[in-house]
């Protein structure tokens, strides 16, 4: 094994355990997010629960994240998540180390890759949160990784290997399925620079490829040809995966659209409406302001489009994520953008430095401007997480600077801890639309029924018949509007059994729990 090689490997493992140490610090200082929650839920419902689980193993979304906190559950369902998110960063790190090292042996710019993966308040995030951001990271860089090299081998394998990265992308965020809208016009610029051709300039090349009838063919062929190697498996895989969806869910989108199949669908609602209902509400996150935005978190954006200033399709490769984030802007509205949509901006001008940071002619003044604007960058990511409109990245912050314990999550831990004292041969009937949180926290996941058993229906109409508990969100509960056990349940159920009888017998401010006599 390379000398380099095995440094970096080492490198890697004490990056690992930095991170480890630091997610299970948090963890004992109670902090959580929903989607590790999510996660959390969904693995005990598959190695503890009873009944058909298919639906849960193959729908639930995103999906790859989801698959890749299972190997993480043996010890603790509930530090999967982290534990994933920890090691993931840290594959992360290596993979563009590796890259960079290919490529110069300037420890210097190993160190700036260093510093950001240790210091950087965003980078910090995506490996002690127990978030999905790390997978979407990793697939990001690979993309335009290969895109990139493509430019400079002219070498299609570089085009398939892409497009898988691609897919494998959007199955850990849907929302990048929309980045393919901004290649549509960029692949043309793709084949041009493959034609063999005089001029260097792609603009005076698409002119004269358009003007001579023999290069005309040969680029409406090549461009038809990328398109497919691109676009044919994203559209593909898509396509395969909704129609799973309508034969186990009868719906196309219910991996998108159902508060059972993923975190986000009540999540991005309420975070959105709890910020707007604020008196002094205001969004920098309004186009164009974004991508001011985007400029101000990332200066390094700038020193990557720079080193790229002689080669227009690049720079318009560059512009595409730009082009992404603003198109989400405009179609999710209601929703705010979260921390990773920053950071990918963040990959994207390592992944060029990478390319050409050590072939500038004036390295000196390449290092220092790096070496500043990394500074700046370590600046701007924590003012960015501690003034984000995401509750759970200012409780990240607030939780690993100031030592502070978060308890946003107390209240379902306290319900959580109060059903682990129930006999365990007694059935409690809850929602996890709503209630995963709560379940995440319970240790006997086999005494709640939940709404992927076939009984929870008859349960639900009859409980006298099938539960000895009903878990009620209550009318603080924000989410108590998304779910059937709600305080309206009650009278209805009473209404269609007369000889029902409730006794409350635990009540917390988001949820109250009934006996059944």
């Not at 390449?366 to 500074?375: E, P, Q, R």
């Not at 009859?462 to 305080?487: F, M, R, S």
Request: proline residues 4%.
């Amino acid at each position: 094994m390379h000398r380099r090689t095995l440094y970096l490997i080492i490198l890697t493992l004490l990056l690992a355990g930095y991170y480890l140490f630091m997610a299970v610090y948090l963890h004992n200082l109670d902090y959580h997010n929903l989607e590790s929650l999510f996660y959390s839920e969904k693995n005990k419902i598959l190695f503890e629960g009873v009944g058909n689980r298919l639906k849960t193993m193959g729908l639930t979304s995103p999906i790859l994240p989801f698959w890749g906190t299972f190997m993480f559950s043996y010890p603790s369902h509930l530090l999967a998540p982290v534990l994933a998110s920890a090691i993931g960063t840290a594959i992360l790190f290596y993979i563009m180390a590796t890259t960079l090292t290919k490529r110069s042996h300037d420890d210097f710019y190993l160190a700036i890759l260093v510093v950001l993966f240790v210091f950087h308040p965003g980078l910090l995030y995506t490996a002690c949160s127990g978030k999905s951001i790390y997978l979407v990271l990793i697939f990001f860089f690979l993309f335009f990784y290969h895109i990139l090299r493509y430019y400079k081998s002219n070498t299609t394998f570089h085009v398939s290997i892409a497009s898988i990265c691609l897919v494998v992308l959007v199955f850990c965020d849907y929302k990048f399925i929309w980045l393919t809208l901004f290649f549509i016009p960029l692949v043309l610029f793709i084949a041009t620079q493959s034609l063999n051709l005089s001029e260097t300039e792609t603009i005076f090349r698409l002119v004269q490829s358009f003007n001579t009838p023999a290069l005309r063919r040969k680029l409406i062929n090549k461009t038809f040809a990328i398109y497919i190697i691109i676009f044919i498996l994203p559209l593909a895989s898509i396509t395969i995966f909704k129609m799973l969806n309508l034969t186990h869910a009868n719906d196309l989108d219910y991996f998108i659209d159902s508060p059972y199949a993923t975190w986000t669908v009540l999540a991005d609602k309420i975070g959105f409406e709890q910020a707007t209902s604020f008196v002094h509400y205001q969004s920098s996150q309004v186009s164009p302001l974004v991508t001011a935005s985007i400029a101000l978190y990332c200066p390094m954006i700038a020193l990557a489009i720079y080193l790229f200033r002689h080669n227009t399709y690049q720079i318009l490769t560059i512009a595409a994520p730009f082009a992404f984030v603003e198109f989400l802007q405009i179609k999710y509205d209601k929703i705010f953008l979260a921390h990773e949509y920053f950071l990918i901006f963040l990959i994207l001008s390592l992944l060029c430095i990478v390319f050409r940071g050590h072939k500038h002619e004036n390295q000196r003044m390449m290092k220092t401007m790096l070496g500043v604007m990394t500074i700046f960058q370590l600046l701007t990511g924590y003012f960015f997480l501690a003034n984000s409109f995401v509750p759970e990245e200012r409780d990240f912050v607030n939780t690993l600077f100031h030592l502070t314990p978060d308890d946003t999550q107390a209240d379902n831990r306290e319900m959580a801890t109060y059903l682990n004292t129930l006999p365990v041969n007694e059935q409690v009937l809850a929602d996890d639309a709503v209630a995963y949180p709560v379940i995440a926290f319970t240790h006997h996941i086999r005494r709640i029924t939940l709404p992927y058993q076939e009984s929870y229906l008859s349960a639900s109409e009859a409980p006298e018949k099938y539960v000895n508990y009903i878990l009620i969100a209550t009318d603080n509960n924000p989410l108590n509007g998304y779910t059937q056990l709600n305080n309206k349940y009650l009278p209805i159920i009473k209404h269609s059994d007369s000889n029902l009888n409730l006794q409350k017998i635990y009540e917390t401010d988001n949820w109250i729990l009934y006996k059944v006599l």
